[in-house]
């Protein structure tokens, strides 16, 4: 889907690649005891090694280089089974030891994929590069004292994957989408909790643009977006601002830009020029990282259902579509209340109960489903009453809201309020004849052939019956009744 910009001069293509930061879920440091914790009273999670104090050594955190490992194969990319710690040296204040372990030439993980699924059913894959694991660095804190930077060492050490695509990404919406899938993977992994608010996720996005069929052009990189919406305006700017800078006969120069939410426009943080030269080395204080392939297969054996495997089971299980199917598989805590609420039932019903009403209702409430009012045991309840004849599915929405309200169950809430269906053939053949006797000129139009007017005569029962007539019993009673 690559969706060319119209510039002035004729057609250009949008190309992207990622750089994601994913802080991996682990309980302390990359190499230190600290706890990786978020939300810390400043500076309360600095071991002496985090503060780069003389003579501290770094000690691999095993659980950090699991998860590293569990993500490449969740991305069915390649673990490489030497992989090496570098040094990446910068000055900076936030940076005690004066350089970040990173890995630069051996990563621990190589080439994976991601497939997306676009818009209209199409399915794009996107190529990993690879995945390597380095160090967070601290924060400097500008806003506290009007006449010092302060800085926080908390985060310091903490664990991070940064996962590198190729440039294969043609629009804002597949960057957008990329993201969104890649951080739907690292839930369902456990390997990263995906929160962009928390900064637990961050991405930069490379972008150039050229003439289609042509090669790759100079690319800007944009540091540090922290929202899939920010991702997607960040991109279209530049890419705009990029056609017209070469049409009107500049050249696009190599350098870090920031994105301005407020203004929405991309300035220029760094040149190439300014670029640091890291003098990357091997950490001498580490040894290169090998894994065994019993350890990695013990890795792949513990992997979950991912979201491809997932919606493509709920279409071949449960009959659903692509579409359906792949919301519902989206989100861990989402597939499990639909199985939940599907499993021995009518799933077309379960998946337009939980993406319709349950959705919209946790929305308008700003609640996520596992704080849902009402648990999947109980909205399979109320759909049972539907099938059973218990409950229109008219009244099963007003049914649902009060269970919204009150958090009681379907059962009790049509007892009390006397919301049981009627379907009882006399007490219909009654409302049926009273609308036909009041109704003589829709009679007329009826049997004149206007087969829409049955509308009418619907109304007329279901306001009788308060709307608790058995709609089905109603069409057929009606049709036999007024002939045709
Ligand atoms: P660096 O180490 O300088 O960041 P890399 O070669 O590792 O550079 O590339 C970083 C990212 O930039 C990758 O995601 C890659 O896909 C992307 N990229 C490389 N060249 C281009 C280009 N011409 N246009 C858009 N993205 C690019
Ligand atoms: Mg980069």
Redesign the pocket.
């Known amino acids: 889907m690559a969706a060319l910009i119209e510039g002035r001069t004729g057609e250009w293509e949008l190309?992207?690649?990622?750089?994601v930061h994913a802080q991996a879920i682990t309980e302390a440091k990359l190499f230190s005891g600290a706890s990786a914790g978020f939300g810390a009273e400043a500076n309360t999670h600095v071991s002496l090694i985090d503060a780069a104090m003389p003579g501290m050594l770094p000690v691999i955190n095993e659980r950090a280089v699991e998860q590293a490992v569990r993500t490449g194969l969740g991305l069915k990319a390649e673990i490489n089974r030497v992989s090496v710690f570098d040094r990446k040296n910068y000055f900076y204040p936030d940076l005690p030891q004066g350089y970040q372990i990173s890995q630069f030439s051996q990563p621990v993980v190589g080439k994976g994929e991601i497939v997306l699924d676009m818009e209209g059913g199409e399915s794009r894959a996107v190529g990993i590069?690879r995945i390597h694991l380095e160090q967070d660095a601290g924060k400097s804190v500008h806003d506290r004292d009007p006449g010092h930077t302060l800085v926080d060492l908390n985060r310091a050490g903490v664990p991070l994957m940064e996962i590198?695509?190729?440039?294969?990404l043609r629009s804002p919406e597949e960057a957008a989408a990329y993201l969104a899938k890649l951080r739907s993977i690292l839930r369902y992994l456990g390997t990263c909790d995906g929160n962009m608010e928390q900064g637990s996720m961050r991405c930069?996005a490379?972008?150039?643009v050229r003439r289609p069929g042509e090669p790759?052009?100079?690319?800007c990189?944009i540091k540090n977006v922290n929202s899939i919406r920010f991702l997607r305006q960040a991109i279209a700017y530049e890419a705009q601002r990029q056609v017209e800078l070469i049409e009107s006969g500049e050249r696009v120069v190599q350098e870090t830009r920031l994105y301005d939410a407020e203004r929405g426009v991309t300035r220029s943080m760094r040149s190439k020029e300014e670029a640091h030269d890291y003098r990357y080395f091997p950490d001498p204080d580490l040894l290169p990282l090998t894994l065994t392939e019993d350890y990695i297969e013990g890795i792949r054996a513990t992997l979950p259902e991912l979201p491809d495997e997932k919606k493509a089971r709920f279409v071949a299980e449960y009959g659903l579509t692509e579409y359906d199917a792949g919301v519902l598989a989206a989100e861990r805590e989402i597939a499990e209340f639909f199985e939940a609420v599907a499993r021995g039932r009518d799933a077309k019903a379960a998946s337009n109960w939980v993406t319709g009403e349950l959705f919209g209702a946790l929305n308008r409430r700003g609640v996520e489903i596992a704080d849902s009012p009402v648990s999947a045991a109980s909205l399979g309840a109320l759909i049972d009453l539907i099938a059973d004849g218990t409950l229109s599915n008219r009244i099963a929405k007003d049914v649902f809201e009060a269970m919204l309200e009150t958090g009681r169950d379907a059962a009790s809430i049509v007892e009390e309020k006397g919301l049981k269906q009627v379907s009882d053939t006399g007490a219909i053949e009654a409302a049926v004849d009273a609308a036909i006797a009041g109704g003589a000129k829709q009679v007329a139009q009826y049997r004149g052939g206007n087969e829409k007017i049955l509308g009418w005569f619907v109304g007329q029962v279901m306001k009788a019956t308060q709307g608790k007539a058995n709609p089905q019993m109603v069409n057929e009673i009606l049709k036999k009744k007024l002939g045709g």
Request: glycine share 10%.
């Open positions: 190309v992207i690649g990622l750089e590069t590198v695509s190729e440039p294969d930069d490379n972008v150039s790759l052009g100079t690319r990189e």
